[in-house]
């Protein structure tokens, strides 16, 4: 049986006791920790930067993967590499350098990831696709922890699925959006490999939440 990777996203973690909660994630099981980097612009929101993920990497031993929802993301790769990250996402919506980008992600030996609004097309990444890890699809609304699972993003997965094996590779499909044990087996089943799961995770026992979600 496929055993789902589970990153739980911090993006609603209690922020006084960010510490304790990633602490508490990695004792329960979690593949890596997601960060969703938002500077108020590509998105409403705005969290971290580069000393708050420098931090979190003296206290976990977790992959860290660095979800860049910012404008210019090559303004800021470079910060997020000096701190040895697993991987980086970047939006192509969000910059007109993607190849670019990604190609600095791999040279630095990081995983490379893009990830994709709702709105945005399986398309418009096809051109990319063998310098690419991992795609990330999100799956509500973007900025904010907590939103409503879209089912057309079903059709998306499969989507990507057909072009990884009509291309020849083996690029990981990432579901990050209003994930619970509903919407996961539906991922699953379409075809992702890997769950960002936040509310359903932290605001539950997180050693079940996230042994649910690994053998759906």
Not at 184 to 197: E, F, H
Request: glycine fraction near 6%.
């Amino acid at each position: 049986m496929k055993i789902m990777l589970i990153s739980p996203s911090i993006l609603n973690a209690d922020y006084l006791n960010l510490e304790r909660d990633i602490k508490q994630l990695e004792i329960a099981g979690a593949d890596s920790i997601h960060v969703d980097i938002m500077d108020g612009k590509f998105v409403k929101n705005i969290t971290w930067g580069p000393p708050t993920v420098a931090a979190m990497k003296q206290i976990t031993s977790l992959p860290i993967d660095v979800h860049l929802m910012v404008c210019e993301p090559e303004l800021n790769i470079e910060d997020y590499i000096r701190q040895d990250v697993s991987s980086i996402f970047i939006h192509p919506e969000s910059t007109i350098f993607l190849r670019k980008n990604l190609l600095a992600i791999k040279e630095a030996g990081l995983k490379s990831g893009v990830a994709l609004k709702l709105e945005t097309p399986t398309d418009q990444i096809i051109y990319c696709l063998e310098l690419v890890d991992v795609v990330l699809l999100l799956s509500c609304d973007e900025g904010f922890g907590g939103g409503s699972f879209q089912n057309f993003v079903i059709d998306k997965v499969s989507a990507l699925k057909t072009m990884r094996t009509q291309y020849g590779l083996n690029y990981k499909i990432m579901m990050d959006g209003g994930i619970n044990l509903e919407t996961g087996k539906l991922s699953k089943n379409a075809g992702a490999d890997i769950l960002v799961a936040g509310s359903y995770i932290l605001n539950a026992d997180k050693k079940i939440a996230i042994e649910n979600l690994k053998n759906l």
